[in-house]
């Protein structure tokens, strides 16, 4: 079952039975504890939508990973012990572990290992459906597991299948299997080069519409929100990164056109190669005029989130494009701070203290919404509208008559 054989990195969604894992961290001196938890809880909900059922945690407060078990000796036979006679089918490390630490820790706890980024690319590759998608994510996976074949040969000989291991197999044949993985490489990067000339006449074609794209960490509700913008039924689900394929629509506020795009959601301590691989996926945000930063309010580390997006948009070149902010899930804010009990002027005083802050913060340039309750949605779309008037103005000065003559309030 080598390479050589045609064996293709993509998805069996036949899983015999449901998975059980358990998760490690190293705390490093920068990280507080609160920080590392708040880590952990993304790798299980990672987990979990990767159908994988979470046993335990298991963390250590180090200067540094170790260099070769990721922890030290004392806690690697800790976590040896506990999963000594009971039914666990993997070790999922949450942070990029290097060929030969997986090697040592698969080793020593006779279990299969895998890292945050192996995780990510097996949700991916379940969840991408369109030709580009999969290119990309055949690509990603093909690069991360090249340095990796005599760790993977070798584990795969002992125990076959199972999440981290979709489409991707084989025995001896190291050296060839290595000759022939770079060779798919090539190809993939030239499909999508191809993909990408295909894209970019698409693109052409639009004509010269204001474009607007919703980015922001994943599971913010990007595409309900989408949903309510372009009156479409954009698949929308709980779990990270349930969407992975560009979607654009055409959406006309009062006979002001524009194209809206909904892109994949971000996350920590996401691989460089991923995001290289991904780079076409994320055109729409890249040649966007105008980007929606969608934001889950109600999430404890969402200004952590933002930082992480905001240093993406950074590596993408995005960073001075006009930005409008929309806090989300407000409903779920209020719910989460407030008591049932607190009197409406404290509350009412709370959240005004709330959007004053960030309102200055953002020199005026965000919005607090609920989306799943439609709630506040006619002030984003009012100042939506406003923003892609504006762009059209300066893009074409000469017809700014013709665009200020459009006006509209919207309602919820």
Known sequence: MSLHKDVKFQVDHSKVKTETAVLVAV???????????????????LATTDGITTLKRFTQKLPHPDTR???????????????????????????????????NIEKEL???????????????????????????????????????????????????????????????????DRRMAEKKISILKGKLKEIDKQNVVRRKNRGEMIRVALVGYTNVGKSTLMNLLAKENV???????ATLDTTVRKVTFNAVPFLLSDTVGFIRKLPHHLIESFKSTLDEAIEADILLHVVDISHPAFEDQMRVVNEILKELK???????????????????????????????????????????????NCIFVSAIQNRNTAE????????????????????????????EEFKD
Not at 235 to 241: G, H, T
Not at 325 to 352: G, H, T
Not at 386 to 406: F, L, M, N, Q, S
């Open 27 to 45: 705390i490093q001196k920068d990280e507080s504890e609160e920080q590392a938890n708040e880590y952990l809880d993304e790798l299980e909900f």
């Open 318 to 364: 995005c960073e001075d494009k006009p930005v409008i902010v929309v806090f989300n899930k407000m409903d779920l804010y209020e719910q989460k701070k407030f008591d049932e009990y607190l009197p409406a002027e404290i509350k009412s005083s709370l959240l005004k203290e709330l959007k004053d802050s960030w309102m200055a913060r953002t020199h005026d």
């Open 235 to 241: 698949f929308a689900e709980n779990k990270l990164f």
């Open 110 to 176: 006779k279990i299969k290992v895998l890292d945050r980024s192996m995780l990510i690319l097996d949700i991916f590759a379940q969840r991408a459906r369109t030709v580009q998608a999969r290119t990309q994510v055949e690509l990603a996976q093909l690069q991360y597991m090249l340095p990796r074949l005599k760790g993977l040969w070798t584990h795969l000989e002992r125990q076959r299948g199972g999440t981290g291991t979709r489409g991707g197999a084989g025995e001896k044949e190291i050296e060839t």
């Open 380 to 407: 984003l779309r009012q100042l939506l509208f406003e923003k892609v008037k504006k762009a059209y103005i300066a893009r074409y000065p000469y017809k700014a008559g013709y665009w200020h003559d459009y006006t």
């Open 69 to 103: 078990s990721y922890v030290g000796k004392g806690k690697l036979e800790e976590i040896k012990q506990y999963i000594e006679g009971k039914e666990v089918d993997l070790v999922i490390i949450d942070d990029e572990i290097s060929p030969s630490q997986q090697r």
